[in-house]
Nanobody, 113 residues
């Protein structure tokens, strides 16, 4: 029910915008999150946003990434600027609702010259 898009290959210093759209009826969405998992590493929380717009960012992306959401469309975005090679990973979105959590399928971001 979650479709993530926007990944790709970008040079260091470049930008990408990830989008994750939820389809179907999802009751009472609270947190919307972006995680990432680099090869051989654990999945880590990159950013999240509450239903009222309060945000959290991992230290490694503060000042470079911006999370936002459109509650009417059940969609969450991740604007990524000044990308670095260490940002290379598969990015996953997650939606936390009153009943259960939903995960997207992941979108690959590769930062390389």
């Amino acid at each position: 029910q979650l479709q993530a898009s926007g990944g790709g290959l970008v040079q260091p210093g470049g930008s990408l915008r990830l989008t994750c759209a939820a389809s179907g009826n999802i009751f009472s969405i609270d947190f919307m999150d972006w995680y990432r998992q680099a090869p051989g590493q654990r999945r880590e929380l990159v950013a999240d946003i509450t239903s009222s717009g309060v945000t959290y960012y991992a230290d490694s992306v503060k000042g470079r990434f911006t999370i936002s959401r459109d509650n009417a469309k059940n969609t969450v975005y991740l604007q990524m600027n000044n990308l670095k090679p260490e940002d290379t990973a598969v990015y996953y979105c997650k939606i936390e609702s009153a009943l259960r959590d939903y995960w997207g399928q992941g979108t690959l971001v590769t930062v390389s010259s």
